[in-house]
């Protein structure tokens, strides 16, 4: 009997506890409708805050026809075209764009990160 007691107090504590557990918020993916001057920079502003760099350059359609996009650093080669640092090994950094509630949100997929973004708009794709 008290075997089944314990096994009963273990899974309502679990089942507790996932009732407690937070859910991410959820969007429908989305894309930019229009990047203006201040929408790109705020996108690149946070895309290199989310890398740990002081700046990144992005394409101007970057999320404009698509709702993600992938980042990968840029090998630097020597004059002999060596690569600098040798192989570059590091897994390429995805970000998607959401809109939840009329407004975009940058996801930082690579570390579940996200941000609203506050100049730009966009509409679900």
């Known amino acids: 009997m008290k075997i089944a007691q314990s096994i009963l107090f273990f899974l309502f504590s679990g089942l507790l506890a996932a009732c407690q557990a937070v859910t991410p918020a959820t969007g429908t993916a989305a894309r930019l409708l229009a990047a203006d001057q201040l929408a ?39 004059a002999s075209g060596q690569m600098l640092q ?14 939840r509630a009329q407004q975009c949100w940058l996801i930082y997929e690579n570390k579940a990160q996200e941000v609203q973004l506050k100049q730009a708009k966009c509409v679900a794709e």
């Open 86 to 99: 040798g192989r570059v090994v590091e897994m390429p950094h995805i970000f998607k764009l959401q809109i």
């Open 40 to 78: 790109r920079q705020e996108l690149q502003l946070q895309t290199a805050t989310f890398l740990g760099l002081t700046s990144v350059e992005l394409a101007e359609n970057t999320l404009i026809n698509s709702s993600q996009f992938s980042y990968a650093r840029t090998p630097r080669y020597d």
